[in-house]
């Protein structure tokens, strides 16, 4: 019997999703208030509004939370900058990103009306004054504001405190997101964790990964907490190891400039792939509340060794003479914007370990890197070798995969007797793939989720101080230990898997990987 297909037309299942996240949204509870029918004003501000995250990312993403009516309608947008924009202009650098769909520009020219821009710098007290007075023109002495801080991370301090000392609501609730890197490492972190607890309320600020918005990363409590098939081999006992894995197709594209402050470990590693890494192995939560689920994050945490360059593999990778662009022929020390020389690792493989009863022994790789063989985000869960093996050397691992992007799914690899009369083994996948298995259903951008948490008062999916603490913990000593001796990253080509020693330290690390086989999409998506 073939498993049934949940068909829907794109607009059917677009509205399903909303109708549930209308749902949600009029469930959520905020300090005074029990939803947003109703509600108090809402003031959206954009700090840094003519930049490329503002109009790239949190412009088309208020839009289609407007749009969908997802936000309260008495809910209003300021955009703050130090450029002279008008709202006019700020809408034609975010136009190409917004993605307005025939018989929505009524719904598009209202956004715009309830928007409006205030010009100032982020070091002057009065022009915070002048974006409070802003604020009281177009909302009320209830409204409720957030503060998105699209900045870079120098400017965070000086306009935290002018935000606290001059634009706070009067009689509403306030809450500010800010944006990673928080810190560069253990002690630039801390400075920044004891100033915003010297102005905010824990409850009130929202240090957001986007990646915690993904529908898979999300889904990762779903499928570990709500089945029972899972949980009687989540352990040491059954698992291998756990493999996290982040892949770009592309280089630095001529931003090696911003890359090369940062590195694949602060820019990847130590935050999106140690967040999925605290999902995969935290013990379940006493329920769904932000704090407790957060409780179990920080316990895993805890309970993780410091990383020493003993235990990764760093990479660079160099142009391929024989690439069919010009980008993949270039290496990484070709982007004019890269210092001369620089060991900055554009490829990371860290092999990390959990010193608790249930993962005890289970190595945990986490791999990212820059201009590798194909995009890709998953996890894959490595089941150990079946015990007395029958089938003289053919059968080959479990794994079960959970695609985080492109082509959300989730697959378990499993060995079958091949078709027909003979009795070899092959490999094959009992396969949930969403664009197959959800036809038409619409799977909203990580920051809509994210935002719209933000109106409700939920930080389950946003990080902890003392999360934050214990994270830069880990990888503090290996980040200092590569600054102070500069290793030679190993050169991997443009395009390729990756340093071959790689491949070595995942054989080390009880990882097999056999090269056979490789899941696809169905050709018909």
Not at 338 to 353: D, E, M, Q
């Amino acid at each position: 019997m073939s498993r049934p297909v949940v068909t829907k037309t794109e607009s059917q299942g677009a509205e399903e999703m909303l109708s549930l996240l209308r749902q949600s949204l009029r469930s959520c509870k905020t300090p005074g208030e029990t939803n947003f029918e109703g509600s108090a004003p809402h003031i959206f501000v954009v700090l840094g509004a003519s930049g490329d995250l503002a109009k790239k990312k949190i412009y088309p993403t208020l839009w289609w939370l407007f749009r969908d009516r997802l936000v309260p309608e008495n809910t209003m947008f300021v955009g703050y900058a130090r450029s002279g924009l008008t709202v006019a202009e700020l809408r034609e650098k975010c136009q190409q990103y917004m993605k307005v769909k025939e018989g929505e520009q009524e719904r598009y020219e209202q956004f715009w009306g309830v928007n409006h821009y205030v010009r100032g710098s982020y070091d002057t007290r009065r022009d915070f004054e002048l974006l409070d007075q802003e604020m009281q023109k177009v909302g009320t002495a209830r409204a409720n504001r957030i503060f998105y801080l699209a900045l870079p991370p120098s400017v965070f301090d000086v306009v935290t405190s002018n935000l606290k000392a001059c634009c706070m609501a009067s009689q509403g609730w306030s809450r500010v997101i800010i944006e990673k890197p928080f810190g560069k490492d253990s002690e630039s972190s801390a400075k920044l964790s004891n100033h915003l607890a010297s102005l905010f309320k824990e409850e009130e600020l929202y240090r957001i990964d986007h990646y915690l918005g993904k529908e898979m990363v999300q889904n990762l409590m779903t499928l570990r907490f709500g089945n029972r098939i899972f949980g009687p081999t989540w352990n040491r006992d059954n698992i291998a190891s756990v493999f996290i894995s982040f892949k770009e197709p592309f280089g630095t594209q001529g931003r090696g400039g911003y890359f090369d402050e940062f590195g694949i470990i602060r820019d990847v590693m130590q935050n999106h792939l140690l967040q999925i890494l605290c999902l995969v192995a935290m013990e379940k939560p006493c329920s769904t509340a932000a704090d407790d689920i957060r409780d179990e994050k920080v316990k895993v945490l805890k309970s993780m060794q410091t990383l020493t360059l003993d235990d990764v593999v760093l990479g660079q990778y160099a142009g391929d003479p024989e690439g069919t662009t010009e980008d993949a022929r270039l290496g990484y020390l070709d982007d004019p914007t890269v210092p001369a020389g620089s060991t900055t690792p554009t490829y990371c493989l860290a092999v990390a370990t959990i010193n608790n009863e249930r993962w005890d022994g289970v190595p945990f790789i986490l791999r990212c890197g820059k201009a590798l063989n194909e995009r890709k985000a998953e996890v894959r869960i490595q089941y150990r070798d079946v015990p007395g093996d029958i089938f003289h050397g053919q059968s080959k691992r479990n794994e079960l995969v959970i695609r985080v992007q492109p082509g959300e799914a989730i697959y378990s690899k499993v060995m079958t007797k091949t078709p027909g009369m003979s009795f070899a083994l092959e490999e094959t996948e009992l396969d949930l793939t969403y664009s197959q298995r959800y036809k038409g259903s619409k799977l909203p951008d990580a920051y809509e989720r994210l935002i719209l948490d933000v109106f409700c008062g939920s930080q389950m999916h946003f990080v902890r101080s003392d999360e934050l603490a214990e994270a830069w913990r880990i990888f503090t000593p290996l980040l200092h230990e590569i600054e102070a001796k500069k290793p030679t990253p190993i050169p991997y080509k443009y395009g390729s898997r990756g340093p071959e020693e790689a491949d070595a330290k995942l054989a080390a690390s009880n990882f097999k990987y056999y090269g056979s086989y490789k899941w696809t999409q169905p050709s018909h998506l």
